[in-house]
């Protein structure tokens, strides 16, 4: 039988702690959680305390990485943390497997796939909150798709009080009507956004880009869901998806799709056998 794979989580959040509790059920084979890391110490011990065997609970990324048997890291973090850390990670000899997205649309997290391909190392990139990365994937194998819209509801709560302040001087709790709070591509989206709308980023690096990928975000107070809808269009056809995302409930601005989503790609990467879409 082939040895586990060491796996170290990066963020101790939602994600992260739903990630840890999947690990305790034994519900990624082939895997084991060696280490845990948070820039808060109370989350990283709060969920290093629901793995036995223990896990080592780092106090930063330099012991993080240094311990043994490592060979993938789980980023649930931020974009951030990507720009701070990706390299470091690379440069230790693991893959990662990357949630904030957005970070790899700026440097220095826009190095990153090429620091990996020098290195031999792998980025994985979970489809998150949404669905048709596999067929985006495939009809732009050739060039062939023309145009990409994603438009994304959220409650105004779910999304960035402070972006909101900024670019409309409300706060989440005065927008009492559906309104567009963000039209453009998805590189800026992701700027303002960073937290809201990591899905445009995966879009684009499944699709044509971050220039041409387009991005309507609505706060809309009458929903409770996350949806997301996917329009592509091109030699090959035409694509369109809705996705109606339950939120997690430690985070409204996380849809439980995601956490699912990093499961299932991390149990594929963990065991020899099939590996279907993305
Ligand atoms: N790709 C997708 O579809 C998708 C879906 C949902 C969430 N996300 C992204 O995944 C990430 C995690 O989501 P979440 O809901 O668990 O968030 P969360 O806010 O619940 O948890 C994030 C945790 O990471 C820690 N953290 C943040 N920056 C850090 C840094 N620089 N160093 C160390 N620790 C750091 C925080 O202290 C926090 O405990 C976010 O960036 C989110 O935007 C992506």
Redesign the pocket.
């Known amino acids: 039988m082939a040895a586990e794979i060491g796996v170290g989580l990066?963020?101790?959040?939602?994600?992260?702690f739903s990630v840890a509790e999947a690990f305790v059920r034994g519900e990624v084979p082939g895997g084991i959680l060696r280490a845990v890391?948070?820039?808060?110490g109370v989350?990283a011990q709060a969920v290093g305390a629901l793995v036995h065997p223990p896990v080592s609970v780092a106090v930063d990324v330099a012991e993080f990485l240094r311990t043994e048997g490592l060979r993938l890291v789980v980023e649930?973090?931020?974009?951030?943390?990507v720009h701070?850390?990706g390299a470091q990670v690379l440069q230790a000899g693991c893959d990662l497997l990357i949630?904030?997205?957005g970070a790899l649309l700026e440097p220095p997290g826009s190095d990153l796939p090429a620091l990996a391909e020098r290195w031999g190392r792998r980025l994985h990139i979970?489809s998150?909150?949404?669905v048709g990365i596999d067929g985006l994937k495939a009809a732009a194998f050739r060039g062939e798709v023309e145009v990409v819209v994603l438009t994304t509801r959220k409650p105004p709560y779910a999304l960035a009080p402070e972006t909101l302040m900024e670019r409309l001087h409300l706060q989440p709790s005065e927008i009492r009507e559906p309104m567009v709070v963000y039209e453009g591509p998805a590189r800026e989206a992701v700027r303002y956004f960073?937290?809201?709308i990591?899905?445009a980023a995966?879009l684009s690096l499944a699709g044509i880009g971050p220039e041409r990928t387009m991005v309507r975000i609505v706060a809309d107070p009458r929903i409770t869901l996350n949806v997301h809808e996917i329009y592509a269009r091109g030699a090959f056809g035409e694509i369109s998806i809705t996705v109606r995302n339950i939120t997690?409930p430690?985070?409204p601005?996380?849809?439980m799709l995601?956490v699912l989503s990093v499961l299932a790609t991390l149990r594929e990467i963990c065991r020899p056998g099939i590996h279907l879409g993305t």
Request: proline letters at 5%; a neutral charge; aromatic letters at 4%.
């Open positions: 990066m963020g101790c959040g939602a994600i992260g890391f948070d820039q808060n989350r649930a973090a931020s974009q951030q943390a701070e850390y949630l904030s997205v979970p998150g909150g949404i960073p937290a809201n990591n899905v995966t997690h430690q985070n601005r996380t849809s995601s």
